[in-house]
């Protein structure tokens, strides 16, 4: 009943949070475009932190954009995004324009000087990462911050979860990107290849980057990638795929994405890690009460399950199985599995005495260190320009692989 009890209210705070008092160098954001991702990436999440405020969205039909703010309560409309880009009230722009439109604007809104908080994938294609991460513009002194949203590597949870991995040893990553039909209509600009759409390059994102995280390396190739492309006319579109990819060491990951899900399918991230059987040789490692006879040798094979690792404030779990197998002369003497369930919703959970609270979502948690960065202040959990730009190769690797073509390069960019 108590575990009931706090899910409900946890869920409650995250969907109707308290607003905060704001402190006077608060960053004021813009948000680009009048989407509906907004209110979960930004809005919401600003609403519980003092340090920022929704100030003001611009769209290409200001009529919307109108009524887009005062939905949202949002004071300003610009009448154009170039509009809110020489405003020098705003310090942060918010983009989650179509991926077509995104290293353009981000490359716009950073020779203006503004942050930018960019939605994920930042770029469309391995060119425009090049373009946008190697630009003069983020080297310079007093630089801009640049953050592409991969919002579930800042969460408690997922940090956590990384401390249960052997990243040598692990021998094969499974991870899981799903969702319903219903939630990417036929109209998304995910459906369409000139927007920059594709289950791969949006969802599939997310699993990908998994296997970036848990192997703590690139890819060195994909081995295998097979993709279920949309009805004609946007066969160029993917719909859902699986593909593999080798690492360092013989290891394996694999990725299922899809946006095509049945009605009654719920959303589903997960991923799954088999570990390779290493033998325990610290005393410190040992099973409690378990002690070795002269000539026996203690093995362990470890799998590590996160269940919903992209909102794990809503609900999550982490399932740890550990084989131990006992040897002696290559003979098996015992064999036994061990058990355990945790769920972190805050630092706090994993013993570590940094800022949050249950209701604190990947979102959130991802502002925190976008505040904390623009002032100087570095935190554990970051998405570098680094990380982005082997993110996008490792998508093209993928769009190679299965034959379908690699998401188009903006004309903006061939022109710069």
Known sequence: MASLLSFIARNRQ??????????????????????????TALIKP??????????????????KATEY????SIPQVHDSYEAMLDDPAITAIYIPLPVSHHCEWTLKAISKGKH??????????????????????????????????LHYVFQPAWRFFLTLIDKPNVERVVSVAKVPAYLVPKTSSQRRYETGGGSLLNIGMYPMSVLREVMGAEPESCTRCVAKPAPAPNEKVDESAEATFAFSGGRTGEIVCGISGGALSLPTFNV???????AVVALEDLPSGVKLAPGQKLYRIRRVVLSNFMMTAMWHRIDIQDEFIIRQAEQVVKRWTTK???????????????????????????????????????GADWVSGEYSLAQAKMVDMAYEKCGLPVRRTSSFVQAL
């Open 340 to 378: 355990e369930s945790r769920k972190i919703y805050t630092f706090r959970d994993a013993g570590t005495d940094e800022p949050g609270e249950p209701h604190w979502t990947s979102f959130r948690y991802q502002l925190e260190q976008f505040v904390n960065r623009v002032h100087g202040r570095k």
């Open 272 to 278: 799954s890690v088999v570990h390779k059987e290493v």
């Open 46 to 63: 600003a609403k519980t932190h003092p340090g920022v405020i929704v100030q003001s969205v611009a769209a290409r039909d200001k009529q």
């Open 116 to 149: 930018v908080l960019v939605e994920k994938p930042s770029v469309a294609s391995a060119t425009e990462a090049e373009a946008l991460f190697n630009s003069p513009l983020l080297t310079a002194p007093n630089a801009p911050i640049v953050l592409e949203s």
């Open 14 to 39: 995250i969907f109707s949070p308290t607003e905060l008092p704001k402190s006077r160098d608060a960053l004021k954001f813009g948000i680009m475009g009048a989407a509906d991702i907004a209110e």
């Open 69 to 72: 703010a005062k939905r949202n």
